[in-house]
């Protein structure tokens, strides 16, 4: 009977492991870069010469670059003192389910105000967006329509004036066919325009962002029933695992 003598294998540096891939930045001899140590001392994961890719700096911060960037969704804080105080816009129901009955708004404080701050997560450089699900209180006619306007701002941050501006971005919605009964639900996503102001004035990370949500009156053909809003969050692209500082 033969005895196998132990074999001494370095697995970190198999072929059939995936760190076989670790190279320095400027090693243009490497066919595959997938993990890179550039002369800073920075690491970096995924595919390095196309951008995207994991990036660990010398000083253990972590960035999403490219297609590494993820979605990070908050829900934003709504202004419930101020349903109070104007008793509207009154609660629908359905099932365990809740939202705000919206009518076509008349200067009649039919509006819902939220305000989030600004993650220290996002990327700072895209667009993020507000998106809100509603859903029909009755039965509507396949064609009608029905429409929302948000109306946001951002703060500036310390030092700054709170503006009393806003950037309106009204969604129309066409009712479907087999989606025109009570509870049907809708999805509404408004694009937030970081740069909107100009260079200089963009939307960056710790200010406040904030937002009225109106119905207002569609182009034609307008649905009967009120819409009730049942939930909304914002989505923020992110490239940060948590915020630096």
Not at 160 to 178: H, W
Not at 193 to 204: A, H, M, R, S, W
Not at 222 to 236: Q, R
Request: no cysteine; proline share 4%; glycine share 8%.
């Amino acid at each position: 009977m033969s005895i196998q003598q132990p074999q001494n294998i370095d697995h970190l540096n198999s072929p059939d492991h995936s760190l076989s891939h670790r190279v320095f930045a400027n090693d243009n001899e490497a066919p595959v870069k997938k993990v890179v140590v550039d002369s800073n001392g920075d690491s970096f994961f995924g595919d390095y010469d196309g951008g995207n890719r994991t990036k660990i700096d010398s000083g253990g911060v972590v960035t999403l670059e490219g297609t590494a960037k993820r979605w990070l969704t908050i829900r934003p804080e709504v202004n419930i003192d101020e349903i109070n105080k104007q008793t509207v816009p009154i609660q629908g129901q359905r099932g365990v389910f809740f939202g705000y009955s919206m009518p076509v708004y008349n200067n009649d404080h039919q509006e819902l105000f939220i305000n989030q701050e600004v993650p220290g997560r996002w990327d700072g450089v895209s667009n993020f967006v507000v998106h809100i699900i509603v859903a029909l209180s009755q039965g509507e006619d396949i064609g009608d329509k029905f429409q929302f306007k948000l109306s946001w701002e951002h703060d500036g941050g310390e030092g700054e004036v709170i503006p009393d501006t806003s950037n309106d971005v009204p969604i129309e919605t066409t009712i479907l066919e087999n989606r025109n009964e009570a509870f049907d639900v809708y999805e509404l996503e408004f694009t937030i325009d970081y740069d909107i102001d100009g260079e200089g004035n963009e939307i960056v990370e710790g200010e406040i962002f904030a937002a009225r949500l109106q119905r207002i009156a569609a182009s034609s053909l307008e649905a009967t029933g009120n819409i009730l809003v049942v939930g909304f969050d914002v989505h923020y692209q992110v490239d940060k695992i948590f915020k630096a500082t």
